[in-house]
């Protein structure tokens, strides 16, 4: 005997097929997002610029974050969100690392895009300021990295105090003029997004962004490194 099936029949046969794909799709378990993965970046020993350091206002986390910012890594061919990218550097460096998501969405970035990250056996400074696709800066608050849009980043000004006594005496009354013609300005504005310096005694008293502030230190080491010091 043959079995007729009426198109209402298939139709309901249908939806009923539909409902149970639906309802098999909404029990299986779901896929977690990809996790960062730490081991992208490879940290190497703490790069150690210890002739002349400069000492800032802030307290042992703040300390324990800038000594961070001085540590070699290397990332080769890798791509990350600025989420986690954060939590891999957090991962590694072992301080707390945040976003500053307000300060990239009131400049149109979009926090959830991805961006290639390629360096080898470089500072964390010098990492964090390389990152021209996402426009990003960073910043020390209250014992933690902060991530941030660059140019928020930029105007924000630290004081730092940096110890010139290692310098050879002739160095030492030069280097106010030294520090101005060979690192990031602009200088002797006292405005966001620029520096000031003052000499007092064998102390330089330098006020500007960590970018900056990074790049005196290490201009100061190199004086120190390859001019000889003052006469024993």
Not at 74 to 98: D, G, H, K, Y
Not at 178 to 188: R, T
Request: with cysteine; aromatic share 6%; net charge negative.
């Amino acid at each position: 005997m043959e079995t007729v099936v009426s198109r209402s029949g298939s139709r309901v046969a249908v939806m009923a097929l539909c409902v149970a794909c639906l309802l098999a799709a909404a029990n299986a378990p779901s896929e977690s997002p990809p996790k960062p993965n730490p081991a992208a970046i490879v940290a190497g020993e703490t790069l150690r610029v210890s002739a002349i350091r400069g000492v800032g206002l802030g307290g042992p986390g703040d300390r324990k974050v800038d000594d961070a910012l001085w540590r070699i890594v290397t990332i080769r061919n890798q791509r990350f969100s600025l989420a986690t990218f954060a939590e891999a550097l957090e991962a590694v460096l072992q301080v707390p690392v945040v976003i500053d998501r307000l300060s990239f969405e009131e400049a149109g970035r979009d926090l959830t895009a991805e961006f290639s990250v390629d360096v080898s056996e470089t500072t964390v400074h010098e990492l964090l300021s390389s990152l021209d696709e996402i426009e990003a800066g960073y910043n020390i608050r209250h014992g933690r990295l902060v991530l941030q849009y660059r140019f928020e980043a930029l105007e924000a000004r630290t004081l730092r105090v940096y110890n010139v006594a290692s310098l050879s005496t002739t160095v030492q009354e030069k280097i106010r003029e030294l520090v101005v013609a060979h690192c990031y300005g602009p200088w002797d504005a006292d405005e966001p997004g620029t520096g000031t310096i003052q000499q007092l005694g064998t102390n330089l008293l330098v006020r500007t962004n960590l970018a900056a502030q990074a790049e005196v230190e290490t201009f100061l080491n190199l004086l120190a490194a390859n001019v000889p010091g003052p006469a024993k």
